[in-house]
């Protein structure tokens, strides 16, 4: 056997402002179920997560809470590692921000960076909300006021050390190029290179004057270092790295890293600073970025403010952890946003968990106590409804491995139950009880429960990074040591003869709706009601139209310049869109779907015509043109046409 290969990945690190709820908790169990994974197939993974614990707004919150900032962020690191812990995540390093050996190679990969002319001393300008303390800029103001306190703002500027990232701009066009795979999703990379890089990027701001809970800068009294150096430089400092050429170990076996794990919402901050960091530093890149999509509540952020915030310990202590985790992983899909609803996960609970794998490891324990005392015996007596059964056994490793190596876990989720399902029909088609009956098939029932517990034990194996408990409950109840995904090559390695338990544990209980929704009321008593669905009406029929008619309805090709969020309605977008000869500003209902960042730069189709109209105060011009319905808008796509050309 040649030596194991060596995998690096990291998630992000969680700010310390406060508890995370499970939205924040996807990315670690997301990214545990990888880790657990590359384990399986024979890697050899070091996994780091951490917490960020620097910055203004934790040093206000420690102010209001009474504290001194590190008091409460040790507090809030203690509960961020207790949730990971409690999600069963296995990471191998948890770094903290404020751990000395990180603050000291900030401070002197600063030094470094200014000594070599990458870092230069500035201004920052801005909306200041003294109350606040805070910079805005013009566009997050509301209503020309503090988009926090709502306070008065007005203009002012800081001494500040800027980073040169321009001087890379090149390169990392030319790292994207030669590294395709660099940046997942794909659609991510585009947004990056619209919306960021060929407009040409900004200096970026790397110290700050006007707070002091960061790293101090220590050549420049007054200034402290500015989120991004400080953070992102975490996967190298979490392996030992030193900037005076003394790294451990660590460094040398894991840099660079293999994926770095992180929220759609930073991935410039990954794709863009991160490299460039690292060209300054003359070290190599990281292989991989990629950006996981959201969890929604309905179909919504989860925010404090929207009062629709729900914590990982409170599903684990109605749910079990499992659950949760079967949830998050099998509900988010790759590149698109998931969602949460208390409904949902009793359905999810009762269908995929208690129905179909539940009741199939208990059914088929059930028979083996029952006919042959608990003894799985492969009396081969083979029928042709064996061999499918066989067949999608066989298939499936490897099809939920490649799945998982491209991260898409709900997909390869699906695998298993492709399997698990199967397995249910083959009870259903073999018939044990009627084969019971009849003293001749004895050995054919024999039969058929090995093959049922072999395949149970083929889809236990694969279940091991997304739920280990119930995959080890399941392979201990049915006595096996064979667990290793890369040899579930042979269907018929599980030995026969084995005794299996004669007390099979009931895995997931079916749920009540009812009685769940009690318990969240009990739990979140403030809770605001969630928006009642619209009943499913059929659409009236339209009446006809002529040609002339159609006629009438300007439509063109645009290109969305700048996008940001309507000041005053969470679900609209105000983009202005270049329509060849003019710019247009649209206000459209699609926040739900698109993130600002995510619009600028895509190709749209526009109604010029649309007598213009004020949407929540904002003046829009025009429509963007969108297919869906209120849960999933797609925004037509044009191609490559040039702005202004008429669509007809
Ligand atoms: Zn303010």
Redesign the pocket.
């Known amino acids: 056997m040649s030596e194991k290969k060596d995998f690096y990945m990291t998630t992000a690190i969680a700010y310390t402002s406060g508890k995370p709820h499970i939205g924040n908790t996807y990315e670690i169990v997301l990214s545990d179920a990888i880790a657990r994974h590359k384990r399986q197939e024979g890697y050899n993974v070091r996994f780091q997560t951490g917490t960020d614990e620097h910055g203004i707004k934790i040093e206000k919150k420690a102010k209001e809470a009474g504290m001194d900032p590190k008091a409460y962020v040790d507090e809030v690191a203690g509960t961020v590692k207790n949730i990971w812990d409690m999600m069963d995540t296995t990471y191998d390093n948890f770094i903290r921000t404020t751990n000395p050996d990180h603050e000291k190679q900030i401070q002197k990969v600063f030094k470094k960076l200014y000594d070599k002319g990458d870092i230069y001393l500035g201004y920052y300008e801005g909306m200041y909300?003294d109350?606040?303390e805070?910079f805005f800029t013009e566009s997050q103001l509301v209503d020309g006021r503090?988009p926090?306190?709502g306070?008065p703002v007005h203009e002012a500027k800081e001494e500040a050390y800027f980073f040169k990232l321009s001087k890379y701009q090149d390169r990392l066009m030319q790292y994207y190029n030669d590294n395709p795979d660099f940046i997942k999703p794909e659609s991510r990379k585009n947004e990056m290179i619209n919306n960021f890089i060929k407009p040409g990027l900004q200096d970026l701001c790397v110290s700050r004057t006007s707070f002091t809970w960061s790293i101090p800068v220590d050549f420049a009294p007054g200034h402290v270092v500015y989120v991004w150096m400080d953070a992102l430089l975490n996967y190298i400092t979490g392996l030992g790295y030193d900037v005076d050429g003394n790294s451990g170990p660590m460094f040398e076996k894991y840099w660079p890293a293999d994926v770095h794990i992180i929220g759609k919402d930073i991935v410039r901050f990954h794709t863009i600073y991160w490299p460039i960091f690292l060209m300054a530093l003359d070290l190599p890149l990281p292989k991989q970025v990629f950006g996981h999509p959201w969890l929604l509540v309905g179909e919504s952020k989860m925010s404090k403010s929207k009062g629709n915030v729900i914590y990982a310990d409170d599903l684990v202590k109605m749910f079990g952890v499992d659950a949760v985790r079967y949830y998050l992983l099998h509900e988010i899909p790759y590149d698109n946003d998931g969602t949460i609803t208390w409904d949902l996960l009793v359905e999810r609970i009762n269908s995929d968990l208690a129905n179909i794998l539940g009741n199939l490891v208990n059914r088929t324990l059930a028979m083996s106590n029952k006919y042959f005392d608990g003894i799985v015996e492969n009396k081969g007596v083979y029928e042709p409804v064996d061999d499918e059964l066989q067949s999608i056994a066989l298939a499936m490793p490897e099809k939920f491995s490649a799945l998982m190596d491209e991260y898409k876990v709900a997909k390869a989720i699906d695998e298993i139950y492709v399997l698990l399902r199967r397995s249910n029909k083959y009870i259903d088609d073999t018939m044990p009880w009627a084969l019971a009956k009849d003293p001749e098939k004895q050995d054919r029932l024999a039969t058929v429960l090995y093959n049922l517990i072999e395949a149970i034990r083929f889809s236990a194996v694969a279940l091991e990074s997304i739920m280990p408990s119930t995959s080890k409950k399941i392979l201990d109840m049915i006595n096996t040591d064979q667990r290793d995904l890369l040899k579930l090559n042979v269907f018929g390695a599980y030995a026969s003869g084995t005794k299996v338990t004669d007390k099979p544990e009931v895995l997931f209980a079916r749920l009540k709706a009812e009685d769940v929704a009690k318990q969240v009321k009990a739990l979140y008593p403030d809770k605001k009601e969630e928006p009642k669905k619209e009943e499913k009406k059929t659409a009236p029929l339209l009446p006809d139209v002529t040609i002339d008619d159609f006629a009438k309805i300007d439509l063109v090709v645009g290109t969305v310049e700048k996008c940001e969020k309507h000041p005053d309605a969470d679900r609209l977008l105000v983009s202005q869109i270049n329509i060849g000869d003019e710019t247009r500003q649209i206000v459209s209902g699609i926040a739900s779907c698109y993130t600002p960042e995510e619009m600028v730069g895509k190709k749209v189709v526009v109604v010029k015509n649309l007598k213009p109209a004020r949407l929540r105060g904002v003046e829009s011009s025009g429509m963007i043109l969108c297919a869906g319905d209120k849960k999933k808008y797609i925004v037509v796509d044009p191609g490559d046409l040039p702005n202004g050309t008429k669509v007809s």
């Open positions: 909300c109350a606040c805070s503090c926090d306190c306070g």
